[in-house]
């Protein structure tokens, strides 16, 4: 038999190969492929680590407050909306593109191997988000760690981290008569004082702080005064402390990658659930609960005729969902080649959206309880973001009778929300890695190095300047940068690659193309792009310097934040530039070249039965007879099985497998 014939029959029988070992001391199992490349133990494992991504912090303390301040229950029209156009289309083109191609989001780009930059730049964007993402988490274990007593530390003014400016004294009499209270707890009307004086009451008690906010950041955080201040490189060696914490709970749900990160998301997916609902329970039970689900709610029909509000939704379901980081395709990549991504798809963004939903109940009903206790309107303290999750609700929550138990509950979901959240993240920069450089026998080293690399780097947002890093990084680097990436994502696949070629590939692993067939044609191929390159543009015109509070940022801050921002997107046309040099033969030779899909793009049968698309190929001339141009035989997409057999024996199971070798 001719050796190139024997070396094909065996890249074909190893491509079928299932292993399962069965352990003698407990009874585990391992689903590999014959590349070695793992796969999700159930459908549910699948299930719910894209529902534990999608669900995240953003659907606790963004969401509610974006439904409030954009009409209530008005709100909900753009968001479904955009979600029928941006949200589900892109989620479930990203789940397709992962499961066919199974390859993270770098080498996934066999596809048009022009693009592969599109994946470097996903990789970045997760290095970038994992980051400061795993420091909230530490404020989370910080928070937790604190709710361990008999009175919450941010209960009353009474700590060596308080200052005057905190508000020592029950304010609710005297603002509900519409009086102003002096920090010395007296009140003080309007008829009583002159104009000047009455002027000074207002900015002293503007200038007032909540408990909880001063335990944040004077305690937790001890924030610097800005950039400038020599001091502010100080570690806090808690948060330090913290921070190192949840680098290691994130390696000990991904160090033997999908098979650990899938037991582990069955508690991160459903126990936010189980915390809400008892969450929710309590919130009903309090006095102004309903002043602030009403509050939430109430539809403001005119509120829609304003481009703003259309602008927020499209935003907050692009960014809910999570795609253009990689994670959808990682997550994908481990599928079984015949799993239904379209219901799926559907499914984990209902669900998601549902989500978000739920929680304004929970958080509005608690805010509703802290404006009336504290005799204010609801608006007065609602709020978004960090300010909501580790100032607003701690400082609801210790209103409540056995205050740490509420305490430790929210806290715990906030855990649970955000680690889930991390576990793709991770795992997508950690898939980034071992499928570019070949590494995946070295899963388990190269957890260690990522997980060891993030904590060191992270440790920077754990300084006094800290939280100006982390905003920083939040503000920049995965949200230009992603939207940015989108856009060529899309461009590539349903317009160089074509969308019925994709929409082909499709049905080879559902069996008919996903219905209704002319809607995701258009949607991919003209709305879902559109929607992104608008949400971009608008982001460009809302675009304003960075400031936290009332520190503005140094210019040289926000130009290092650009410079974050378009790293991601340059490295689409250097990588591209890079391949071309590559190559040999005319520019635009090169371009078509790389423009077609790569040999191994997509299962064997795909390749073998296709005869459509013309696959880059070492013997395919780019341009006459006479003119003959030899591929690049470094590229990392060739591979062949080795003639050679390795012994692979796992717990007494002795047997062999073909070994794949660069050419």
């Not at 003080?188 to 900015?203: K, T």
């Not at 559902?510 to 992104?532: I, N, Q």
């Not at 030779?589 to 997509?602: K, M, N, S, T």
């Amino acid at each position: 038999m001719p050796k190139r014939q024997q070396n094909e029959e065996l890249e074909a029988d190893a491509k079928e190969i299932r292993i399962t070992v069965n352990h003698a001391d407990d009874d585990k199992s391992i689903s590999i492929t014959g590349d070695g490349r793992q796969e999700w133990g159930s459908k549910i494992e699948f299930i719910l680590s894209c529902l534990s991504f999608a669900v995240g912090l953003g659907n606790i303390w963004r969401f509610p407050y974006l439904c409030y301040r954009n009409g209530g229950g008005a709100f909900l029209i753009p968001y479904v909306l955009m979600l029928s156009i941006t949200g589900l289309p892109l989620f479930f083109f990203e789940l397709s593109l992962g499961q066919f191609g199974r390859e993270g989001p770098i080498t996934i780009w066999k596809v048009v191997p022009l693009f592969q930059g599109v994946g470097v730049g996903m990789f970045i964007i997760a290095f970038m988000i994992a980051l400061y993402y795993n420091v909230i988490i530490a404020w989370a274990f910080f928070y937790l760690f604190s709710s361990f007593t008999a009175e919450l530390p941010w209960q009353s003014c009474d700590h060596w981290w308080n200052t005057a400016a905190c508000r020592r004294f029950d304010t609710k009499n005297c603002t509900g008569h519409d009086g102003i209270m002096a920090l010395n707890g007296t009140c003080f009307f309007e008829s009583e004082v002159s104009p000047s004086q009455w002027q000074a009451l207002n900015e002293t008690a503007q200038a007032t702080k909540l408990p909880a906010d001063e335990f944040f950041h004077n305690f937790m955080l001890s924030i610097s005064e800005g950039f400038h201040d020599d001091e502010g490189h100080t570690l806090q060696w808690r948060l330090c402390l913290c921070l190192i914490l949840s680098w290691v709970v994130v390696f000990l749900g991904l160090f033997r990658g999908v098979s650990s990160m899938g037991k582990a998301v069955y508690f991160t997916a459903l126990f936010p659930y189980t915390v809400l609902i008892i969450l929710f329970a309590r919130a009903v039970t309090l006095p102004g609960y309903y002043n602030g689900i009403s509050f939430y709610v109430t539809p403001q029909w005119h509120k829609l005729l304003t481009a703003r509000v259309w602008a927020d939704a499209a935003m907050q379901i692009f960014f809910s969902l999570g795609p253009c980081w990689g994670g959808l395709i990682t997550l994908a990549s481990y599928n079984k080649f015949t799993n239904n991504c379209l219901r799926d798809a559907i499914f984990i963004s209902t669900a998601n959206c549902l989500t978000s939903f739920l929680s304004g109940f929970v958080i509005f009903g608690i805010v509703g309880f802290m404006a009336h206790d504290l005799g204010v309107p609801v608006e007065k303290v609602a709020a978004q973001g960090a300010g909501l999750a580790f100032v607003a609700y701690p400082e609801a929550v210790a209103r409540l009778p056995i205050s740490p138990l509420w305490s430790i509950l929210f806290f715990v979901m906030l855990l649970t929300l955000g680690i889930g959240s991390q576990f793709t993240i991770v795992q997508t920069v950690i898939t980034c890695l071992v499928d570019f450089f070949g590494l995946r026998r070295h899963h388990k080293k190269m957890c260690i190095v990522v997980c060891v690399m993030g904590c060191i780097i992270g440790l920077t947002m754990c300084t006094r300047h800290g939280m100006y890093i982390l905003q920083l990084l939040d503000n920049y680097s995965g949200t230009y940068s992603a939207l940015m990436i989108g856009c060529v994502e899309l461009f590539a696949i349903t317009w160089v690659y074509g969308v019925d070629n994709f929409m082909d590939d499709i049905k080879l692993m559902l069996g008919k193309r996903p219905v209704p067939y002319y809607y995701w044609k258009y949607v991919w191929k003209y709305l879902t792009p559109t929607s992104v390159f608008f949400i971009l543009i608008f982001t460009f015109i809302d675009y304003s310097p960075s400031t936290y509070g009332t520190y503005q940022f140094p210019v040289w801050a926000d130009v290092l934040g650009w410079l974050i921002s378009f790293s991601c997107i340059s490295v689409v046309p250097l990588r591209a530039v890079w391949l071309m040099a590559g190559k040999s033969g005319p520019l635009w030779a090169r371009v078509q070249q790389l423009c077609r899909p790569d040999a191994e793009w997509g299962p064997e049968r795909k390749r073998s039965d296709d005869a459509a698309l013309n696959y880059i190929d070492s013997k395919t001339p780019l341009a006459n007879d006479d003119e003959q141009y030899e591929m690049d035989r470094e590229s990392p997409y060739l591979t062949r099985v080795s003639e050679e057999w390795e012994d692979e024996e796992d717990d007494g199971l002795h047997m062999k497998a073909p070994s794949r070798t660069k050419v």
